[in-house]
């Protein structure tokens, strides 16, 4: 048991310290197809980074890996999130979490090659949400919207939801 724990405690300090380290690329240039397979890896790393960081922790980076991120979605050839109010009703309390919602889709995307699958990205995407909703809920607004999709995976039923509503 306490080696489980001793692996289990290094692995998320290797995790934050990575995670810590993540610079936007200096002089990125996205604009041909081959330009933005090469930076799926440091986009990657810049969703973790968003998303292990504390939004009130390093706004001026944040407000940085938020553009390389955007940026890269905006003119990415695979990669394409579908907002819809029905899912991304948070917006109005908490701005940022329109982007850990992306983050969350695009992380998807990448990692599981399925790029078409709307029902999965948004799954991901509100799950993200959810995740950083907590880890942040003291630097965020109280979110009724985020709330219900947390009472709704507590029940196993986010999936029907985001089924019904994507």
């Known amino acids: 048991m306490k080696k489980l724990f001793s692996i289990l405690m290094f692995s998320f300090l290797a995790l934050n310290l990575i995670a810590q380290e993540f610079e936007v690329p200096k002089n990125y240039v996205l604009k041909q197809k081959e330009d933005f397979s090469k930076y799926e890896s440091e986009v990657l790393k810049g969703i973790d980074w968003l998303l292990q960081i ?19 979605l905006e003119g990415s050839p695979t990669v394409s999130v ?5 899912i991304v009703s948070f917006m109005k309390p908490n ?3 329109l982007m850990i919602f992306m983050c969350g889709w695009t992380r998807y995307s990448l990692e599981s090659k399925d790029y078409n699958n709307k029902v ?4 991901k995407g509100v799950e993200a949400v959810i995740e950083f909703y907590i880890k ?3 630097n965020l607004k109280k979110d009724k919207n985020v709330e219900k999709y947390i009472k709704l995976k507590e029940e ?11």
């Open 136 to 138: 942040n809920k003291e």
């Open 95 to 97: 701005p940022d979490l």
């Open 82 to 86: 579908e907002i819809k109010q029905e």
């Open 120 to 123: 999965k990205g948004n799954q």
């Open 54 to 72: 504390p939004i009130n922790s390093q706004p001026e980076k944040r407000k940085e890996v938020n553009m390389f991120i955007m940026s890269w």
């Open 156 to 166: 196993g039923k986010l999936e029907d939801y985001i089924t019904k509503n994507a």
